[in-house]
């Protein structure tokens, strides 16, 4: 997919080695053990299409892997496999694969915290209880900050927010943005204020410095215009964080739960019915809207088992009829050309073409680094 501006995404939100990030190294449902593969014939749009399918039973724990075990990097689809000790995997969201950091686009939720931003789009979303969620989820980070109390006796507090979460921004880009732990050991660039919270207190600020972030916290980068909101900071200062979820209408929706959520689209099946509006949900890559290709997608069934399929040759409206003619309740798009991949059972079913920057994995067991 070609790379999308930050800009527009932001407009249509408001107007190691390789690890991976999820479930802990614990034994999975023993349906996972069932998990299984099949290659299924579908007509659709006068097309017949050979898809590759693979069944995940209800229950099955998810996990994220991510490249590297970072956000913002790539790695062959092997790698990210073989790591995650996985019985199945697919790729995941979309993200920059044409020269650049390698972000993602997509909201992005690893053991419950949220690893990147995307603002929009179609996330599926995974809860500790087995349930799966789909919808346009939209991510509110607001906070607020309070200073110590001075000789009086008073404290002052202000309210803040970030835009995104681990993105490398854009050359004098007016954004806030929250880095945490997935992101690596350090922002990863030179630019901006850099406010470091440590067990919700302030511990640093610096400018123009490629922070580290601390595995018991969190960095704040006040970038272009923003950073005269860096000023409301200071060290010693209480730092409290909310997240909020809200889908693309502003509504909030039951999403404090979920453990893994990744986040691509456009959406294919809802309730058992076609509904496709890629326009609508923010894209205009041509590779969406009109063309053909490769695709990768995810569907919640009707009992609520999970399907990963992939396809060779379809349009999105193609697409969308194959997912529902295989039986989806629930079906999303997810990125595709040459990062279309499917795994299950020790087989690669469809090799990636390029490095991938995340996958969802499922197992009996999924290692944690």
């Not at 249509?12 to 449902?29: F, H, M, R, W």
């Not at 179609?122 to 900050?145: E, N, Y």
């Not at 050359?171 to 919270?197: H, M, P």
Request: aromatic letters at 6%; zero cysteines; a positive charge.
């Amino acid at each position: 997919m070609k790379k999308v501006k930050w800009g527009s995404l932001l407009l249509a939100g408001v107007l190691a080695v390789t690890g991976v990030l999820g479930v802990t190294g614990e034994k999975q449902a023993d349906a996972a053990s069932t998990i299984s593969a099949s290659v299924r014939k579908v007509s659709a749009g006068g097309k017949s299409f050979t898809v590759q399918t693979v069944s995940i039973p209800r229950g099955t724990k998810s996990a994220l892997g991510l490249a590297q075990g970072k956000v913002g990097q790539t790695q062959n689809f092997a790698s990210i496999v073989k790591n995650s000790k996985a019985t199945a995997a697919i790729n995941g969201a979309f993200f920059n694969s044409y020269g650049g950091p390698a972000d993602p686009y997509g909201t992005l939720i690893s053991k419950g915290e949220i690893v990147h931003t995307g603002y929009y789009g179609t996330s599926i979303g995974f809860k500790a209880d087995g349930s799966v969620l789909m919808d346009s989820l939209q991510a509110k980070i607001t906070g607020q900050v309070t200073t110590k109390p001075d000789a009086s006796g008073r404290t002052r507090a202000q309210s803040w927010y970030a835009t995104f979460v681990n993105r490398t921004p854009d050359a004098g880009q007016d954004v806030v943005l929250l880095y945490n732990s997935a992101r690596g050991a350090s922002v990863g660039f030179k630019g901006g204020v850099a406010v470091t919270i440590r067990k919700g207190k302030v511990v640093k600020k610096e400018d123009n410095a490629n922070a580290a972030i601390p595995s018991d916290g969190y960095v704040l980068v006040y970038h272009g215009s923003e950073k005269r909101n860096a000023e409301r900071f200071v060290v010693g200062s209480t730092v409290e964080k909310n997240i909020a979820y809200v889908n693309a209408d502003g509504r909030d929706i039951p999403w404090s739960d979920v453990v893994t959520s990744v986040g691509a689209g456009p959406r294919l099946v809802k309730d058992g019915r076609i509904s496709l509006d890629a326009k609508g949900e923010g894209f205009n890559d041509p590779k969406i809207l009109t063309g053909s290709g490769a695709r990768s997608g995810i569907a919640i069934m009707p009992d609520g088992s999970v399907l990963l399929a992939t396809v060779n040759g379809a349009t999105m409206k193609q697409w969308a009829q194959v997912m529902q003619k295989l039986g989806a309740k629930q079906a999303m798009n997810l990125d595709g050309g040459a990062s279309s991949a499917l795994y299950a059972n020790g087989r690669t079913l469809t090799g990636a073409g390029r490095q991938l920057s995340n996958t969802l994995v499922f197992g009996e067991w999924v290692s944690m680094q």
